[in-house]
């Protein structure tokens, strides 16, 4: 049986593809195609995971500019024809769509070729392409429970955000291993997302060196980003600079997160299912791009995470030292954060599409 993935945009969007894909490939003759876009990372993540690729127009429909909108509505048309010209050659079974634009002209396609589609809103709150895929979904499925209200009634189940495999049996042990840490020391993972932040990187550069005291960093900065943090790690002491492990990009963040006391991130889609399966406390910081302050007031509403403002950024480095220093309010961080976690989300998500498929 085949099966078709679409999405992308962020790697928020297209790695709970590939979990799901995991678990699809678990019975044996599954075939696996992912649609996505020309550019976006993920085309990285799915060739990274052995799956065929196939690029379809797609381009952001919404926007206050009448041209960028007419530019977007031509792009979801021409990508909408492209589409039921590869799904026709293709022929899945059924389609996994997690939202962001690259999605929105398989969905529509699927739908107009009688191919069941299975929707997954990976945030709390649904952007437009996710909106727009939920009028042609058989099922729509979502991360947590308060989702529920902005999506269709009596369609709509809440699976939780599926993780990859390496974030189910990843260990501390191996973690310290592969990232070369110290033990005996405290660990902050800094994680900006796929494409890194700028802003969090400067914040945490200005404050390596106090960091560097009391612990050691490993910092996800982004590929755009690390040779100008790698010039502020050549300034450090030597000693400080073993302390600061630095890395434009890791396929390992499991075992990041794993060996780390406190996670410092952007709150994309990802932080609703790795930072609470792996059970880390975190500092979330959201974008101003998204609706990622809806993800992170869910995770400090539940007690699991503090949200920081951009604009507070010159707090960052006293609030990392606060908890690093606070034991009890760190493991009880973790504790609600393990209580949001769904292991068996990408196990729930394959059986599903299995189902629709049938």
């Known amino acids: ?20 894909a995991e678990r699809l490939r678990e019975i044996e003759g599954t075939e696996l195609v992912y649609y996505g876009t020309e550019r976006g990372p993920e085309r990285a993540v799915a060739e990274g995971a052995r799956i065929p690729y196939r690029a379809v127009p797609a381009s952001q429909v919404r926007s206050r500019s009448p041209i960028r909108l007419a530019t977007g509505l031509v792009q979801l048309w021409r990508g909408s024809n492209v589409a039921a010209r590869m799904l026709a050659e293709d022929r899945p079974a059924a389609v996994f769509a997690t939202g962001g634009y690259a999605a929105a002209p398989i969905g529509r396609a699927a739908r107009r070729a009688g191919i069941p589609l299975v929707v997954f809103l990976p945030d709390v709150h649904p952007g437009w392409a996710v909106r727009f895929l939920a009028r042609y979904a058989t099922t729509v499925a979502c991360s947590v429970e308060q989702s529920r209200a902005s999506l269709p009634t009596g369609r709509t189940v809440v699976t939780g955000y599926p993780v990859r495999e390496q974030f189910l049996t990843a260990t501390r042990e191996e973690g310290i291993a592969r990232f070369g840490l110290d033990p005996s020391l405290k660990t902050v993972l800094v994680a900006g997302g796929s494409l890194g932040a700028h802003q969090i990187n400067l914040a945490i550069a200005g404050a390596l060196p106090t960091l560097l005291e009391q612990a050691q ?19 450090l002491p030597e000693w400080m600079r073993d302390r600061y492990h630095l890395h434009a990009y890791t396929e390992e963040m499991a075992y990041a997160m794993r060996a780390a006391d406190l996670a410092v991130t952007r709150a994309g ?90």
């Open 217 to 235: 960093v490993i910092h996800i900065s982004g590929p755009d980003e690390e040779h100008w943090l790698q010039r502020e790690r050549e300034r």
């Open 1 to 20: 049986m085949k099966f078709a993935l679409a999405g992308g945009g962020t790697g928020g969007h297209a790695y709970p593809a590939i979990a799901v």
């Open 269 to 358: 889609a990802s932080t609703l299912g790795e930072l609470p399966v792996t059970g880390l406390p975190a500092i979330v910081i959201p974008g101003s791009f998204s609706d990622q302050h809806l993800n992170a007031a869910y995770l400090e509403g539940e007690g699991a995470a503090i949200m920081m403002p951009t604009t507070h950024l010159d707090e960052l480095a006293p609030l990392i030292t606060l908890l690093l220093g606070d034991g009890p309010r760190r493991e009880a961080m973790a504790a609600a954060m393990r209580q949001l976690a769904h292991p068996d989300a990408a196990t729930h998500l394959a059986r599903l599409l299995r189902e629709v498929a049938a």
